[in-house]
């Protein structure tokens, strides 16, 4: 767990503290927060970022990856990094688009390309055909609707009626591009929460 130094917190006192003068109460159903600690279940997600901002929409947490840098003058400039959607109904998960289209993967041993069926940052739900090794995990592309390839490791959790479930690894680039795709489709998903929010 890191320390946030004096000037750090004043920053964030200010920043989060609320206006006197507010008197709109549209965002009463969101709030803001900062952790000096990830929570376990989203250390391998998030990576290594050390501070991340908390903010809870409706029924999902948004965990921003938060950097502070100096400029030239001292003054702490706040930088947010892609969020991590974590969906709050029934227990704590990452968001996951339960009909995906025109998302594939292709394992990198056989090339045998694979329609992926659902995707969050931490696992999917493949159609797979006969021949794939159900038992091995597979080091894979995963290729969004906008033709980019995401180098992802996914694991087999089960396998049911052609239906494989697994877990997914992404590092760096790959990681931020797809916590990128999936913010872009929750917010097209729930545009009306987003509404009167500026991110």
Not at 49 to 77: C, H, M, V
Not at 150 to 179: H, Y
Not at 190 to 199: D, E, F, M, R
Request: hydrophobic share 40%; charged share 20%; glycine share 4%.
């Amino acid at each position: 767990m890191s320390t946030l130094s004096n000037e750090e917190l004043a920053y964030f006192s200010n920043v989060f503290s609320p206006e006197d003068d507010c008197t709109d109460n549209s965002l009463s159903r969101h709030s803001l927060s900062v952790a000096t600690e990830v929570p376990q279940v989203l250390a391998h997600i998030l990576g290594n970022a050390k501070l991340t901002l908390l903010a809870e929409i409706s029924n999902y947490r948004l965990w921003f990856p938060l950097t502070l840098k100096q400029d030239e003058l001292g003054q702490f400039l706040p930088e947010l990094g892609i969020p991590e959607v974590i969906d709050m109904r029934g227990g704590e998960r990452s968001w996951r688009i339960n009909q995906v289209k025109n998302v594939t993967v292709i394992d990198n041993d056989t090339a045998i390309d694979v329609e992926v069926l659902s995707l969050s940052s931490s696992g999917m739900t493949i159609k797979v055909p006969q021949e794939f090794d159900t038992k091995m995990p597979h080091s894979s592309q995963l290729i969004l609707p906008n033709g980019t390839h995401i180098n992802i490791t996914f694991e087999p959790v089960r396998t049911e009626n052609g239906i494989m479930a697994a877990k997914i690894r992404a590092e760096g680039e790959s990681r931020a591009i797809l916590r990128q795709f999936l913010f872009s489709e929750h917010k097209a998903k729930y545009a009306h929460l987003y509404k009167n929010i500026n991110y």
